[in-house]
């Protein structure tokens, strides 16, 4: 497949952080930046470009778990500021958009655990699968206390407390370790397995039937992996495969990615954009665990292609962007909204095929 970039309709408003899935021959995306606000294209009738879809009926959130399941949307946790709160905590809601009814509906009962940042996935058989996310209760209390530190009248404190959380070891976050399942038919929660890799935030999850590929992201606040994993779901047994070719084999400047786009074309993973901080695995290398501190955050703009034979360069594509929502048709892998290097939600949406 050669590289094809084609524009799309902006979005009425930039997305970032957000939600989406395709539904039928309509993409769906918002949240995150958004607030509330949902939207849909029509890929039958593109002349009509983005138009309003039902409000999200929760809190609004950025960085929830998504996936599209049985012709639904599902919407796991994120983060959000909830009635009666001034700082943001993570969410034990679950939501699914029936596009057929048009509607909302929240999910019975409380989540078992936060997924913030969380990847998930639905099998084959109906089920939904999750991986990695943070500890509600580490993240809760420390931006509960960081809440209370004025940065501008006490910013000796406040820097003293972030520099406090973001040094320590990466089992201190006490991040998701288990593979979770629902099960939608009857509402149900289970585990199936403890994750035998380092949980990921942020990471690009992508799947060829019920072979699920993660990609990177976070193992701690601003450092990412270096690793991509497969998962072979068979029942209720998970075949954790050995670690596949890294990126950082191949390109040895690659510190790991956040926030990228990634997409199964044919027998091909494509993976696009993302951000890292660049330093950080130098600085983890000598024995730095505050790894971004000090540190730009980059934005790149290139594009990888996995197969068989592991990671290929495939191209740039334009200015670098992360935290969009990207979804594929049988030939076409979409690119909406996003944020750029200067924290720019985006409006701007593509193809690539």
Request: aromatic share 12%; glycine share 12%; with cysteine.
């Amino acid at each position: 497949m050669s590289l094809v970039i084609d524009a799309i309709a902006d979005l009425p408003v930039g997305i970032k952080h957000g939600v989406g899935g395709l539904l039928g021959h309509k993409i769906y995306v918002g949240l995150g930046s958004a607030g509330k606000q949902f939207f849909y294209f029509d890929l039958e009738q593109t002349e009509l470009g983005w138009q309003s879809a039902p409000e999200f009926p929760g809190c609004s959130r950025d960085d929830a778990a998504y996936t599209v399941c049985n012709d639904k949307l599902y919407v796991f946790s994120g983060a959000g500021i909830e009635v009666g709160n001034h700082y943001p905590t993570v969410l034990l809601d679950g939501y699914e958009f029936n596009s057929v009814d048009n509607c909302w509906k929240q999910l019975e009962g409380q989540l078992p655990i936060g997924f913030l940042g969380g990847s998930c996935a639905a099998l084959s058989s109906g089920e939904i699968v999750f991986l990695g996310g943070y500890n509600k209760e580490t993240f809760d209390n420390f931006v509960g206390e960081l809440s209370q530190i004025d940065p501008q009248s006490s910013p000796d404190a406040h820097k003293s407390r972030l520099t406090q959380f973001m040094s320590q070891d990466v089992a201190d976050y006490r991040w998701n370790q288990d593979i979770w399942k629902y099960e939608p038919s009857d509402n149900r929660w289970s585990i199936i397995c403890k994750n035998t890799r380092p949980a990921n935030c942020g990471a690009g999850i992508t799947q060829s039937g019920d072979v699920i590929t993660l990609i990177e992201g976070e193992i701690k606040p601003g450092l990412r992996s270096l690793e991509t994993k497969q998962y072979e779901f068979c029942g209720a047994e998970v075949n954790q495969r050995g670690l596949c070719q890294s990126i950082a084999s191949v390109d040895y400047e690659h510190e790991g990615l956040a926030g990228h786009f990634v997409e199964t074309l044919g027998n091909q993973i494509y993976v696009y954009g993302g951000a890292y901080f660049i330093g950080s695995q130098n600085n983890l290398k000598h024995g730095k665990l505050y790894t971004h501190q000090g540190l730009k955050k980059h934005f790149t703009n290139k594009v990888w292609k996995f197969d068989s034979e592991g990671w290929r360069f495939a191209g740039e594509f334009g200015e670098g962007l992360a935290y969009g929502v990207s979804l594929s048709t049988e030939q076409r892998m979409y690119i909406i909204g996003g944020e750029n290097s200067l924290g720019e939600a985006q409006r701007r949406c593509y193809t690539l095929y």
